[in-house]
């Protein structure tokens, strides 16, 4: 069973109001949910069954950025939001059925080269990560390293699209939006150096 709960009554299952930002609506029809988890309060926003950013924090707000405009700028179907299997993925990652989260929808936007590294993070293993050289190579451009890198640090869909098993070639853990501390903790929950819950 899991550990999760919701971190804060205010904060579970609501919805931004649309403000203006760069003369654009934002966020009309998502649910944002904040729970806890073994890292720390984690943040969905979702709109009709998909990820459209996560991380570890509390505050939606250092979530709505990492969002492409052109996400924002959607009215989503708030009849269709569905944040429950969302959340159920996450509790079960956390009760170490680590797969689950790759069965969650996501929606990001980007150049062709990004959207296709993104994919390619969804079917980096648990437990075997892999150096950005690596993760270049999965992508298809041996020489795009940069590229790859700069796909972990734009994906807004932290956990789904699983940018922490990148690492570094000398075996460091390289960069983290949400921390170090918590991308060392989801490495080694999934190689199993962690207890679960």
Request: charged residues 15%.
């Amino acid at each position: 069973m899991s550990t999760l709960s919701p971190a804060a009554p205010t904060a579970t299952g609501t919805t931004p109001t649309p403000t203006p930002t760069s003369g654009i609506l934002r966020l009309q029809g998502t649910t944002t949910t904040t729970i806890d988890t073994p890292d720390g309060a984690f943040t969905v926003i979702e709109a009709e069954g998909a990820v459209l950013s996560s991380g570890w924090t509390d505050t939606a707000e250092d979530l709505v950025g990492q969002i492409h405009p052109t996400i924002r700028a959607t009215a989503f179907d708030p009849a269709a939001s569905a944040p429950a299997p969302i959340l159920e993925a996450v509790a079960r990652y956390y009760d170490g059925d680590f797969a689950a989260i790759t069965s969650v929808r996501v929606r990001q936007a980007s150049g062709p080269f990004r959207v296709h590294a993104w994919d390619v993070l969804r079917t980096v293993e648990p437990g075997a990560p892999v150096t950005y050289l690596q993760y270049a190579e999965r992508a298809g451009n041996v020489a795009a390293i940069r590229a790859a890198a700069g796909a972990c640090a734009k994906n807004a869909a932290a956990l789904f699209v699983p940018c922490h098993r990148v690492i570094r070639t000398d075996g460091t853990l390289g960069g983290f939006r949400w921390g170090l501390a918590v991308k060392q903790r989801l490495l080694d929950r999934e190689a199993g150096r962690l207890p679960l819950p």
